[in-house]
């Protein structure tokens, strides 16, 4: 099986009901790689919902949400470009504080190298899979192969954000998946 379906399979296969810190991308991508992973945010900050953003956020009445896009590393390694459309509202102040999100969903100037879903540690947050596809042929702005893209919905009592994770093929030829284990 090629290291693509093999990531796909392990992302599809993950438990709903096992916390975000332990089914998500970031998650896999550390067990894949055997390395601590970490986010580089390029941008963050305030913007309109779409109105299917609103549907899968269940955002009646909030038409603003905070977007973060970046890249996660696996060392130094890039595993995955990374988007997240996060309600600020809906998260405990000190996730939004480790996020560097305001009260309001406004970008603080730190910029936290914390994953999501390692922001969201021992609150119980889960992930619910919305789709995992090949994305053959597909290259980002800066030419690089773009393998798999990912999206997901991540819940506490409500859903909080939606994740979209692009992995490059750079991570998986770097971390071959041969004997890697869910």
């Known amino acids: 099986m090629s290291d693509v379906k ?3 399979a392990w992302l599809l296969g993950v438990p709903q009901d096992l916390p975000v810190e332990q089914s998500g991308a970031t998650a896999a991508f550390a067990a894949i790689s055997g390395h601590d992973v970490y986010a580089v ?9 779409t109105p299917r953003e609103r549907r899968l956020l269940r955002s009646t009445g909030t038409a603003i949400g905070h977007e973060r896009s970046g890249a996660l590393y696996a ?11 996060l309600l600020p509202q809906r998260l405990p102040a000190a996730v939004r504080a480790t996020l560097g999100i305001g009260p309001d969903g406004e970008a603080l100037p730190e910029i936290a190298r914390v994953p ?17 596809v090949p994305t053959p042929g597909v290259r980002d702005a800066d030419g690089h192969e773009l393998v798999i893209r990912s999206v997901a919905r991540l819940w506490l009592d409500s859903p909080i954000a939606i994740v979209t994770e692009r ?16």
Do not use: N
């Open 41 to 49: 945010m390029r941008w963050r900050g305030p913007r309109d919902l």
């Open 6 to 8: 093999a990531l796909i």
């Open 116 to 132: 999501l879903g390692r922001a969201l540690t021992g609150l119980g947050a889960r992930r619910e899979c919305l789709g995992v």
């Open 75 to 85: 060392g130094d390694v890039p595993a995955a470009a990374t988007t997240a459309v």
């Open 167 to 182: 992995v490059y093929g750079q991570f998986l030829d770097a971390f071959p998946m041969d004997g890697v284990r869910q």
